[in-house]
């Protein structure tokens, strides 16, 4: 294990992420416009990054024929299943909605939010985590397409921190209040990075197939929470193609930086 890489690769996400929250605080986001296109920005930059650094990696593994598809098909089945799951289980509330989600609990809204937020952050640490592994292992994904995965993770992690951050103070919580449930979920990426991490590497003793399989799982959770959540997030109370725009940019830049360092 490249000890210094790994390191780099798991706190500037995690960074980003809190710094983005820390600056809700302390700017005025302005619009609901502003919100949907940090957003939109974010899904597409995880659209693109699930595509260029797992979904194809995982064919590269497994090869394109029809076992290939059928094998990355149900990790990709797997990962949307797994995220649904989370989402029907954990207790948790959106900004824009009056009633959490979830399992009945007694928590209080702001941690019902937190929670919320926490959840964004899950698949793209278990995904980092099995990028890093593969990596490690020597599988098509190398060092320089896992680099490019966690700058895109950190590239759209800022705007997403603060977009999600902002409505919390907006609604009165504390700036103490809010930084505290920022550090918290942000937490959550590299907590799951590392399971992500350790998981991978047990399981692909196990055959060449595990890898391949793992990669389309970090693939659909990703996706899923991107359509389940961040467009339409992005999209509520919007005027014009803002959001989109900030979709479309945010997934050419990933492209981009895919096909540059992938």
């Known amino acids: ?5 790994f390191a780099i690769y798991m706190i500037v996400p995690w960074a980003a992420t809190f710094l983005g929250s820390l600056t809700a605080l302390v700017i005025k986001l302005g ?17 693109a990054a ?16 029809l076992r290939g598809v059928v094998i990355v098909s149900l990790g990709f089945i797997l990962g949307c299943a797994g995220m649904l799951a989370l989402d029907k289980i954990v207790p948790h509330q959106h900004n824009e909605m009056v009633a959490p989600e979830g399992r009945l609990s007694h928590l209080s809204r702001p941690t019902l939010l937190a929670t919320a937020v926490a959840l964004h952050n899950i698949p793209e640490g278990i995904a980092l985590g099995v990028v890093i592994a593969a990596a490690n292992s020597g599988a098509s994904t190398g060092w320089s397409a896992a680099l490019m ?74 996706i899923f ?34 096909l540059l360092f992938g």
Do not use: D
């Open 1 to 5: 294990m490249r000890w210094g890489l």
């Open 31 to 47: 619009s609901k416009k502003r919100q949907g296109v940090m957003l939109g920005f974010a899904a597409g930059v995880m659209i």
């Open 50 to 65: 699930s595509v260029w650094s797992l979904i194809l990696p995982a064919f590269e593994e497994v090869g394109s024929n």
């Open 149 to 222: 995965f966690a700058f895109g993770l950190a590239l759209q992690n800022f705007p997403e921190g603060l977009a999600v951050t902002f409505p919390l103070y907006q609604s009165g919580i504390s700036k103490r209040r809010c930084a505290q449930l920022g550090l918290l979920t942000s937490l959550s990426e590299p907590v799951a990075a590392l399971l992500g991490l350790v998981s991978t590497s047990l399981l692909s003793m196990l055959g060449n197939v595990v890898m391949p399989i793992l990669l389309s799982v970090a693939a659909g959770a990703m």
């Open 225 to 258: 929470i991107v359509v389940e959540e961040l467009i339409p997030e992005s999209q509520i109370e919007q005027s014009g193609h803002s959001a989109t725009y900030g979709f479309l940019l945010g997934f050419w830049i990933m492209a981009i930086a895919g």
